[in-house]
């Protein structure tokens, strides 16, 4: 797999890094009431730290306290252990060769406000990496007020570890927390089992490779925030909220978590895999894939929000794709072997096969399919007649042709019971192509019966049922005579168990 290829690698740049960091000297903070970073009154031995150093802020101060920037600093290292420090850079850049390191047994916490980090280095050199919360039992908070955190520059290098070892093995909990137009750049994010990343407040994480998420993380995008990467593995809980708030994930995502885009926000990609659950919820909620959408868990798309794909968007074995007054888009919508399901509109040709099912929404909803509509002979539409307002209107609307075969399921919504005469028309279509081979009908009363047929309403062809009686009146034997002049090919009616 590819992520466990990159963790070997990283794992030998991070020994060959950990090499270079053994001639550094440990400089610790020893103010706990908070200074100037400069002032080498401020650091054991009488010396701030120098660019070969590292700053080690492990004084067991009992409350916060605030280091400031007069100038820029550098030191190789910044470590945070259980210090609850602030760092106000002042517009200054604080600049280390190998990283940040936040964490310890009791919680250790590092904010860096209103400044730069990293805007000197450039592409060459070792691994940059931010390790927050990263070893076995360790705590750590590291939180960007208002920074920019890495030049463009260093995006091959730098790396985030949040929750998650820089091995690649385990590791404890950490958040990291972007707010008020922080902005950071780097190469690849990991969120570990007790990782979170918290994005707001017009920020942003740019990585120039993959997002990688296990299923204890979270990652929380709002306040008009952006998220980027070239690829995404995401096992864990994201929530993208909010106008202007988006997760691109470039080439491909794996979306294996539980996946939401809600109030506007929007996200895409270009071949996007959903395993679990992903929800796009809301009014301009909008995802676009530049390659296929496959479906293997539950994708929903709901109250106006809209999906859609460049090429094909696949509901396979065990996937659905269910829509609440959604819209979804695709050179092909299929159902493989999963489901469609719901109301709302798929622009796109439907083909439903390989045992697949299209059903709409409860009480009468409708789906509208601006295309063809094809259905194989393994495969099921599913209906619901939902209530006595739903009574002549048309529960799969069909601009195109609609090429039927297979089974027709009928179910009736909670108490609803048809009576005598009441006409269902179900589907309308520019033409109806063949016919069901099986049809699954409800119940009806004693003496009731179903009958169907097709007429052409306004230039369109519709399919409809009819409660009758079980003998046909004369009226309906006419009607019925003309709609099935070509459905020769229908074979029998069976009643839903």
């Not at 299929?334 to 489901?339: D, N, Q, R």
């Not at 099912?357 to 007649?385: F, H, K, P, R």
Request: contains cysteine; glycine residues 16%.
């Amino acid at each position: 797999m590819k992520t466990t290829q990159g963790l070997r690698i990283f794992s030998s740049l991070v020994f060959v890094t950990c090499a270079s960091l053994s001639q550094a000297a440990v400089i610790n903070w020893n103010n706990i009431g908070g200074g100037n970073y400069s002032d080498d009154a401020n650091w054991s031995g009488g010396a701030a730290p120098g660019k070969t150093d590292e700053a080690l802020f492990d004084s067991g101060a009992a409350s916060s306290y605030t280091t400031t920037f007069s100038e820029d600093a550098d030191a190789q290292n910044v470590s945070v252990n259980d210090d609850d420090v602030t760092m106000e850079l002042n517009g200054h850049n604080l600049e280390t060769a190998s990283g940040i390191s936040v964490g310890g047994t009791e919680g250790g916490r590092l904010t860096l406000r209103g400044g730069k980090y990293n805007q000197k280095a450039d592409y060459s050199g070792d691994l940059i990496k931010v390790l927050v919360g990263s070893e076995a039992g360790s705590k750590g908070d590291l939180v960007l007020d208002g920074v920019e955190f890495g030049s463009p520059e260093i995006y091959g290098r730098m790396q985030y570890y949040i929750g998650q070892s820089h091995s690649g093995f385990g590791g404890g909990e950490g958040t990291l927390e972007l707010k008020n137009g922080s902005q950071a750049r780097g190469q690849t994010a990991f969120i570990g089992d007790k990782g979170k990343v918290l994005i707001s407040g017009g920020s942003g994480l740019n990585l120039a490779n993959e997002l990688i998420m296990e299923s204890g993380g979270y990652l929380k995008i709002s306040e008009g925030t952006g998220v980027s990467s070239s690829g995404a593995s995401l096992a864990g809980k994201v929530l993208v909220d909010g106008e202007h708030s988006s997760l691109n994930v470039g080439e491909y995502g794996y979306m294996d978590g539980d996946i939401t885009y809600q109030n506007g926000a929007t996200g895409s990609g270009g071949n996007i895999a959903v395993g679990n659950r992903m929800t796009i919820d809301g009014a301009g909620s909008d995802f676009s894939a530049m390659g296929n959408v496959d479906v293997s868990g539950r994708l929903t798309v709901s109250h106006g929000a809209s999906l859609s794909s460049d090429y094909a968007i696949s509901a396979l074995p065990g996937g659905v794709l269910s829509l609440h007054d959604g819209k979804v888009s695709a050179g092909a919508v299929l159902t493989e072997g999963g489901k469609i399901e719901g109301s709302g509109e798929v622009k796109g040709n439907v083909s439903n096969t390989n045992r697949g099912t299209v059903a709409t929404g409860e009480n009468g909803d409708a789906l509208t399919i601006t295309g063809d509509y094809s259905q194989d002979s393994s495969s099921t539409l599913a209906l619901t007649l939902g209530g006595w307002d739903a009574i002549g209107d048309y529960e799969l609307n069909i601009s195109g042709d609609a090429n039927l075969d297979g089974i027709l399921k009928i179910d009736l919504w909670d108490t609803f019971k048809p009576e005598l005469n009441d006409v269902f028309t179900l589907i309308k279509a520019e033409n109806i192509n063949g016919m069901f081979s099986d049809f699954v009908l409800p119940s009806l009363a004693s003496g009731l019966a179903w009958d169907w047929g097709s007429v052409m309403v306004a230039g369109l062809e519709t399919f409809s049922l009819k409660v009758v009686k079980n003998v046909p009146e004369p009226y309906t034997i006419v009607l019925m005579t003309i709609g099935l002049a070509g459905f020769a090919g229908a074979r029998r009616f069976r009643k839903a168990a």
